[in-house]
């Protein structure tokens, strides 16, 4: 992500720029820090709201070239992309786009499609004790 930025930075991407400073202030942790789970990373599914009164959003942070849907993605070298990197559920910072200065606020971070309902369903195939599906049920027969 930091070669991305620098490259952009160097054609002169003030929103790349703006990323990059937030890399070089970042702590860097690895891939499987427990505390990971409440920060905001690449690929993370993340819940904000933003201080111009849209409505609470959820969306995935990409890399520009895995960016696809403008509906459920947003592009790390977007500036609202950048502002997410690293932050923490419950934190906000500033970040600039469309001629003001806006602030996110963090609400959830989730590293899974929160719209994943068969990874849910088959990720976990008991509740309270009794199995989702009966594995020796034939199936229906024709009458």
Do not use: C, H
């Not at 849910?120 to 027969?141: A, E, Q, R």
């Amino acid at each position: 992500m930091e070669r991305l930025a620098q490259v952009g930075a160097d054609q002169g991407d003030v929103d790349a720029r703006f990323l990059l400073s937030e890399i070089n202030r970042a702590e860097v942790v690895p891939d499987r820090a427990a505390r990971l789970d409440s920060i905001v990373t690449m690929g993370s599914w993340v819940t904000f709201w933003i201080t111009w009164g849209f409505p609470r959003e959820t969306r995935q942070l990409v890399y520009p070239e895995d960016y696809t849907s403008e509906r459920t993605q947003i592009p790390v070298m977007s500036p609202l992309g950048a502002a997410l990197v690293g932050l923490k559920v419950g934190s906000e910072i500033p970040f600039f786009t469309a001629g003001r200065t806006n602030v996110v606020k963090i609400e959830r971070v989730d590293r899974g499609d929160p719209n994943d309902v068969v990874r849910v369903l088959f990720s976990n195939p008991m509740v309270k004790g009794k199995k989702l599906f009966d594995d020796d049920d034939p199936g229906p027969s024709a009458a």
